[in-house]
């Protein structure tokens, strides 16, 4: 990780994180729901989907008061997928990032519950953009709207269940990661260009961008499911496998998987040769989730 990189993730960080904090504790909610959500929410994580909406403005060259609430807004969205995929009706898992995941904690119930409300939340931060224009806001919400539904990460999470068992194709495996994963990192981007309000041929750059890092995220989760520790994953390694989820290595083996990680990666970076700056924070951002360990 570069040093203009580090710099930029440990100043947005603190700035995403104080940020979820007040809007999670302004809210009138039962006890036992607010720590549910907290929980969650406070579980560490990277943050990669908000940094990316902000990192997009900074390499367009423009800023908006209201970036870091967009950027918590999609955080909320991810954090409550998470919840949810981790149910035992889902994926049932026992750790995320380390610690017993959130139905372990407070219950299946709460748990759902819980991502329900985080959902809701973010949604209602988007309505109260002060610094944006309506017709922006609305476009935003729409787009997080779509990301993270029936056509975006829930039809990926569906693809992805009903392809278990099944010997899917390639094309098919992409179609489940661009929906499952991409979705919500294409709306970062996405995002990012719409308040700074880009023009259409750049915004196809960037959604080019954002659809082939959403690919090179997810196969190195694959690889890293295979490769890695526990430990090192903070979740259970192999559960891809034993769950018999088709994934890029098992699909292409370990070494056709890493050869695809290789050329969505390049796609990635060549799709923002307009920003022509090599110390562009996307294309930093590309390498460093090619070369992510967890």
Known sequence: MTNKLNAFIEKNVREIENRLTELLSQKRSPKSLQS???????????RIRPLLVLATLEDLGASSKD???????????????LIHDDLPSMDNDDFRRGKLTNHKVYGEAMAILAGDALQTLAFEILTSLNNTSPEVAIKLIRLLSVASGAEGMVAGQVLDIEGEEMDLTLEQLERIHLNKTGALLSFCIEAGALLADVDNENMINLQKFAKNIGLTFQIQDDILDVTSTTEELGKN????????????????????????LAIHHQLARN????????????????????????
């Open 36 to 46: 549910s959500m907290i929980y969650s929410v406070n579980a560490g994580g990277k």
């Open 237 to 260: 390694v192999g559960s891809d496998e034993s769950s018999g989820k088709v994934t890029y290595p098992s699909l292409l083996g370990l070494d056709k998987a890493k050869e695809q």
């Open 67 to 81: 970036a870091l609430q967009v950027a918590c807004a999609v955080e909320l969205i991810h954090t409550y997928s």
């Open 271 to 294: 799709s923002l040769a307009f920003i022509n700056n090599e110390e562009s924070l996307l294309l930093q951002f590309a390498d460093y989730i090619v070369n992510r360990k967890h």
